[in-house]
């Protein structure tokens, strides 16, 4: 399923995770390449989980690494739920002020749709427009809302050649 952003809705999202502990590749790997994007604990992260719909594209951003950007596309397969981990004592993600009446932290299913022959890199994303968006605002912030004028940025850099 598929939808029309409109001007209060995000046209995409970018997913951070660093590539050593759950990367592109691992999505790919993942039965039927969907994985709920769980560990978030940031207020403003979580609330764009929870703005998710069904059908909605994400590109997949690798941080914290040598060539840190776009490694990917993925799409909101379904609809965040509470997160698990909150829940389990033994994760480093629980949240002992979480209850199950009352969670505080949600996971949407991600699924991958492709990885990139290469990374779209940060430094390229830079010297466009996008040096304004919340991607380069809110450099900490690990899932980020782009609008309709971001994503088509995005796409020019894609089918341009800026891989790396």
Not at 56 to 81: M, P
Not at 116 to 126: C, F, I, K, S, T
Request: aromatic share 8%; net charge positive.
């Amino acid at each position: 399923m598929s939808r029309t952003p409109s001007a209060d809705r995000p046209a995409a999202w970018i997913l951070k995770s660093e590539p050593d502990v759950f990367g592109i590749d691992h999505l790919m790997k993942a039965k039927d390449k969907c994985t709920l994007w769980d560990g978030v604990r940031n207020y403003q992260a979580r609330n764009n989980l929870v703005a998710m719909q069904v059908g909605d594209k994400g590109y997949f951003y690798h941080s914290s690494c040598d060539l840190i950007g776009i490694a990917g596309e993925v799409r909101i397969a379904a609809v965040a739920v509470p997160d698990e981990s909150q829940f389990d004592s033994q994760s480093e993600y629980f949240d002992a002020k979480s209850t199950r009446e009352k969670p505080r932290w949600f996971s949407p299913k991600v699924q991958g749709v492709r990885k990139y022959n290469g990374v779209l890199p940060r430094e390229v994303l830079a010297k466009t427009a996008l040096v304004k968006s919340q991607l380069f605002t809110h450099s900490r912030l690990s899932v980020i809302p782009l609008t309709a004028a971001e994503e088509r940025i995005v796409e020019k850099l894609l089918v341009s050649g800026k891989l790396r």
